[in-house]
Nanobody, 125 residues
């Protein structure tokens, strides 16, 4: 069993930055891969970023590439999402998720078995 708790969301002006955190607990082999997704009102859930256990592999959604950075500190059981140059279209609930394996389908939400409760990010113009 894996439990995930996001934090760090809030209100920020366009062009600003936020860092989200995801505190993980439970079976380590069930959270080898960690990802971030987001969902804006009236829109489908969108892949944001993913990272392998060692951090050697990362993947980003096209809309955030070059602006967001995913990282992890396994000693602290925490995954981070550094968000820079924020835009109003980044406004969404951001979810942390855990998967067993890294693969070509890691950007699909169906690859993840555990999800956090979400944290709201609002970017004002």
């Amino acid at each position: 069993q894996v439990q995930l708790v996001e934090s760090g969301g809030g209100l920020v002006q366009a062009g600003g930055s936020l860092r989200l955190s995801c505190a993980a607990s439970g079976r380590t082999d069930s959270r080898n891969v960690m990802g971030w997704f987001r969902q804006a009102p009236g829109k489908e859930r969108e892949f944001v970023a993913a990272i392998s256990w060692s951090g050697g592999s990362t993947r980003y959604g096209d809309s955030v590439k070059g602006r967001f950075t995913i990282s992890r500190d396994n000693a602290k059981n925490t995954v981070y999402l550094q968000m820079n140059s924020l835009k109003p279209e980044d406004t969404a609930v951001y979810y942390c998720a855990a998967a067993r394996f890294w693969g070509t389908s890691i950007s699909r939400d169906s690859s993840y078995n555990y999800w956090g409760q979400g944290t709201q990010v609002t970017v004002s113009s």
